[in-house]
Nanobody
Framework: QVQLVESGGGLVQAGGSLRLSCAAS????????IGWYRQAPGKQRELVAT???????NYADSVKGRFTISRDNAKNTVYLQMNSLKPEDTAVYYC???????WGQGTQVTVSS
């Protein structure tokens, strides 16, 4: 079974950047669409960005122009480049194989003002 492991979170000042990684086990990774989600304290989990198996991308309005999702199938990894970070981006970020119940453990992103 495919497993997902997120990394790259941390503490950053507003306006800064982070790159999150979602590494997957298994040889069929390239066939999956992947989503990045986030959940802030006391809020519901929300979709941030998705990338299809063919590389098509979609973004939540709140991150358009600031975040970029990409994938490297040779490394079985999906990335989320986050620029111009804002305090409201603070959350635990999770990756997910779309339309499945497969989630990573999450990585904390904290943006200080």
């Amino acid at each position: 079974q495919v497993q997902l492991v997120e990394s790259g979170g941390g503490l950053v000042q507003a306006g800064g950047s982070l790159r999150l990684s979602c590494a997957a086990s298994g040889s069929t990774f390239r066939f999956y669409g992947i989503g990045w989600y986030r959940q802030a304290p006391g809020k519901q989990r929300e979709l941030v960005a998705t990338i299809s198996s063919g590389g098509s991308t979609n973004y939540a309005d709140s991150v358009k122009g600031r975040f970029t999702i990409s994938r490297d199938n040779a490394k079985n990894t999906v990335y989320l480049q986050m620029n111009s970070l804002k305090p409201e981006d603070t959350a635990v970020y999770y990756c997910n194989i779309l339309r499945t119940a497969l989630w990573g453990q999450g990585t904390q992103v904290t943006v200080s003002s």
